[in-house]
């Protein structure tokens, strides 16, 4: 299996522009989830969805961020509009079923100048 | 709230100096609690998973341990591939649906200097 694919892996942005993640996760698993990743708070859980639905979106810093899971094999994590707050790595990871551990991708290194 | 705690922040080794790294936990249950290794401009890749006080698990040069409050990971004559910052992780063990919540410790950078 390829694993967890991200897209892009780096992305430099103006303040005020809208920004969106991709992920595609591992086939077959049934939980996605979406990191954070910054010096100063570790890895930060931002939203998971079950089967495409969301499930826990408590992390979701403000409403400037969404995430969306059209499908088993897609998901966005969209910011608009960005600011300079928002420069971390972001993280998304897979999981099949709820007792098993979660495998991370490689990331998106977001700057927002 | 559940805590994780991981000591030290920061440890280098001599090559082949075995050592220990610690994470403390505070869960309202504990459904399992996971070890993971990030190197740099990387996404954490999966170690062990532990669920119940008393439970060892090896791989390679990796012990990892737990007890009912820390968990232990017991690195034996590193390499330098094994410098990386290791990450542990714990998910708590209440039973409704939705805790599916990992959370994370700030992770022990080791290094080991040929």
């Known amino acids: 299996d390829a694993g967890v694919i991200q897209s892009p892996r780096h992305e430099v942005t103006e303040m005020g522009q809208e920004v969106t993640l991709r992920c595609k996760p591992i086939s077959g698993h049934d939980y996605l989830f979406w990191y954070r990743q910054t010096m100063m708070r570790g890895l930060e859980l931002l939203i998971y969805?079950?089967?495409?639905?969301?499930?826990?979106d408590s992390g979701m810093p403000e409403d400037r961020f969404s995430a969306k899971m059209p499908n088993a094999s897609f998901s966005t994590l969209k910011i608009q509009p960005s600011e300079p707050r928002d420069s971390a790595v972001y993280f998304c990871a897979s999981r099949q079923g709820r007792f098993y551990e979660q495998y991370f991708g490689p990331g998106t290194r977001l700057t927002v100048t | 709230e559940d805590q994780v705690t991981q000591s030290p922040e920061a440890l280098r080794l001599q090559e082949g100096e075995s050592s220990s790294l610690n994470c403390s936990y505070t869960?309202?249950?504990?459904?399992?609690l996971f070890w993971y290794r990030q190197d740099p401009g990387k996404g954490p890749e999966f170690l062990f998973t532990l669920y119940s006080a008393g439970e060892e698990k090896e791989k390679e040069r990796l012990k990892a341990t737990l007890t009912k409050k820390e968990s232990f990971l017991h690195i034996t004559a590193p390499k330098p591939e094994d410098s990386a910052t290791y990450l542990c992780?714990?998910?708590?063990?209440?039973?409704?649906?939705?805790?599916?919540?990992?959370?994370f410790g700030t992770g022990t950078r080791l290094t080991i200097i040929p």
């Open positions: 869960v309202s249950g504990l459904r399992g």
């Open positions: 969805f079950n089967n495409n639905v969301p499930i826990d």
């Open positions: 992780a714990v998910q708590a063990g209440i039973s409704n649906f939705g805790n599916e919540k990992l959370t």
